[in-house]
């Protein structure tokens, strides 16, 4: 029998992961399944029992998408520093009996950025929307890039200082703020959208002047077109505009490579799952 894994979260019908390990799987010749599965939302200990259950079957790892990344992490036996800071696992391996957590998603997002948009972060200076669990998943492979600031604005200023906070000290201009402070900090050579207020069509109240126009806009939701955020900074005159549709592929080979010991190639899958922003 082929080795097991699943994507679980709720809901999970549009779950695009199947499709990209599929595709890795088959291009990297790799035996193994892997299938959506739609987590229950109650409150007891539903989910936990969901994934103890599938590695006592004999699986191998788990992605693990909303509402569920904070009970993953807590349910694991080792976590890495990622994880740990970001609070969440979005990647999960069985081995020896053992719940080991990852999370990827931020690594994904600076490949993006870096690799697939060729925009190096080092020496930039980077302005991240937002300090819920999308953020908290970034800091840590963003500092590693070593940008020249790193700017976390909430409109809750105290859970940006908190995150910052638990960093500790660092030498890259990493400092928290509220939206009213940014029309005083001049552009931003990247601007990360990494609140969920895509996900209700709002926008984040960023003033535009945080915009450079060779500069880079990224809305960490994918597939939802020309969001308010991207309107407002292709409206800003930005060149550079993306969604989350490469942090997705790219996450996803983090996890492949991480389970398979092989890492597959990732720009075929992100051509085949774009979606144009116009
Ligand atoms: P998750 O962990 O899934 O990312 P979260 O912890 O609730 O979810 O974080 C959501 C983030 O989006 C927060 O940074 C939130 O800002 P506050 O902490 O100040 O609430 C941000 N957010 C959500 N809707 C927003 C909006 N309309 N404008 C600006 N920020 C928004």
Redesign the pocket.
């Known amino acids: 029998m082929s080795d097991q894994y699943a994507v679980i979260g709720n809901p999970i019908a549009h779950t695009k992961s199947p499709l990209i390990h599929g595709l890795f799987a088959e291009a990297t010749r790799q035996q193994m399944s892997y299938v959506a599965i739609e987590g229950p939302l109650d409150p007891d200990d539903g989910f936990e029992r969901i994934v103890r259950g599938f590695a006592a079957d004999g699986g191998k790892g788990m992605n693990v998408t909303?509402?569920f990344?904070l009970r993953a992490f807590a349910l694991a036996d080792e976590r890495s520093e990622r994880a740990k800071l970001a609070g969440?696992a979005n990647a999960l391996k069985f081995e020896n009996g053992r719940i080991v957590a990852e999370n990827f998603d931020g690594i994904g997002l600076t490949r993006d950025i870096e690799v697939n948009l060729g925009v190096p972060l080092t020496g930039k200076r980077v302005l991240m929307?937002?300090?819920?669990?999308?953020?908290?998943g970034a800091l840590l492979p963003f500092l590693a890039a070593g940008p020249a600031d790193l700017v976390v604005a909430?409109?809750?200023v105290s859970?940006?200082e908190a995150l910052v906070a638990q960093v500790g000290p660092h030498d890259a201009g990493l400092h928290a703020c509220g939206?009213g402070d940014l029309a005083a900090m001049g552009r931003f050579d990247v601007v990360v959208n990494?609140?969920?207020?895509s996900l209700?069509g709002?926008?984040?109240?960023v003033p535009p002047s945080v915009f450079s126009p060779y500069g880079t806009a990224y809305e960490l939701a994918y597939g939802k077109r020309l969001t308010p955020f991207l309107r407002l900074a292709r409206n800003a005159g930005v060149l550079g505009v993306a969604d989350g549709v490469g942090m997705l592929v790219e996450q996803a080979a983090e996890a492949f490579a991480w389970w398979r010991g092989v890492r597959p190639e990732t720009s075929a899958v992100i051509d085949r799952l774009t979606v144009p922003l116009d």
């Open positions: 909303a509402p990344k969440a929307l937002g300090a819920g669990g999308a953020a908290r909430n409109r809750d859970k940006g939206y990494a609140t969920s207020a209700t709002e926008l984040p109240p």
